[in-house]
């Protein structure tokens, strides 16, 4: 494992995703060990995503096998970042984030443990009037948690392909008021859906036009963020969220590296530009700026010519291209 620093954020760079998953579980798990040993509540704030199934299942594992751990979470309390507007019943239910952790996370905790602390699903219904209600109710929730003395909030979140956070992409102001929004679903984040659910989503049409998400001024107030990043595919997210120390408003996640309690866990894929600029440990010689041949590379990860330009854009203000 190679690690870094950029701002207040310690990075870790693992040779593969398996490694990353059980690094961030261990992590994850070991800060509410430290909560509950605090006496403190421990709530578990947790992002829905391919680039999160080797931590839930190193996470599962941990608590199958830790009579600690699994006390920890019958005991925990358990919210999600955000979700589509598709209601329990409807035959598009299984590609909302309520299912995925559901079944990939919340039903497997609840079998190792012997049982599973409080599960509170963002319970959208597709009614504007009724969601509207739905996410008033789960911002209070949320924010309760957050200025509760008694609680300790652990946030497990990734980075999306374009640098969001949740759902909050470029077109969101990082110093908007912390809450929960309804945000359209961008182009770049149209490309990371097709690419981390194929079956549910094979062309652009078929992918839920908006969802909920947290904003960046929410997320923030988490006690402990601990960062998961495995795939390729996000080469270019991480090298705007940690090729320097600068935060940049279309890249929201970078906003993790002024939080005083943050950190990355990084599969070695998904570092391979942060790796040709800051010449980590010895694998290239810092350059600062990412070679011409590298941009061209990364320019194939989008489909349309304008998530191009807004790539250059950002990688140019943050001196990096």
Not at 10 to 38: F, R
Not at 66 to 91: H, K, T, W
Request: hydrophobic share 40%; with cysteine.
């Amino acid at each position: 494992m190679m690690t870094l620093r950029s701002g207040q954020m310690i990075v870790h760079i693992h040779p593969d995703e398996t490694s990353m998953g059980a690094a961030a579980a261990e992590s994850a798990i070991q800060s509410g060990l430290n909560a509950k040993a605090e006496g403190k509540r421990v709530v578990f704030w947790l992002m829905a995503a391919p680039s999160g199934f080797t931590f839930y299942d190193a996470f599962v594992g941990r608590v199958r096998s830790d009579s600690a751990a699994a006390e920890l979470v019958r005991n925990a309390r358990f919210y999600q970042f955000d979700d589509y507007p598709i209601p329990r019943g409807s035959e598009r239910f299984p590609v909302t984030f309520r299912h995925l952790l559901e079944t990939r996370l919340f039903d497997p905790i609840r079998t190792a443990a012997g049982g599973i602390g409080s599960v509170n699903p963002l319970e959208l219904t597709g009614d504007g009037t009724k969601d509207s209600e739905v996410v008033q109710r789960y911002t209070e929730f949320l924010a309760d948690e957050l200025s509760a003395t008694e609680s300790v909030v652990i946030e497990v979140k990734g980075i999306g392909m374009d640098g969001h956070w949740g759902f909050h992409g470029a077109e969101t102001p990082l110093e908007d008021p912390p809450g929960l929004m309804r945000v359209p679903v961008s182009s770049a984040n149209i490309r990371q859906q097709m690419i981390d659910w194929p079956d549910y989503f094979p062309s652009v049409d078929s992918v839920p036009k908006y969802a909920v998400t947290a904003n960046v001024g929410l997320f923030m107030q988490a006690d402990h963020i601990i960062d998961v990043v495995p795939q390729a595919e996000k080469e270019y997210a991480i090298l705007a969220c940690y090729g320097n120390d600068q935060t940049h408003p279309a890249v929201p996640s970078s906003a993790a590296k002024e939080h005083p309690a943050a950190e990355s866990h990084i599969a070695s894929p998904a570092a391979r530009a942060l790796f040709e600029v800051r010449g980590i440990d010895g694998q290239a010689q810092a350059r600062n700026r990412l070679p011409r041949e590298s941009v061209e590379r990364l320019k194939r990860l989008w489909h349309t010519p304008e998530d191009v330009d807004a790539m250059l854009r950002v990688l140019r203000d943050l001196q990096l291209a």
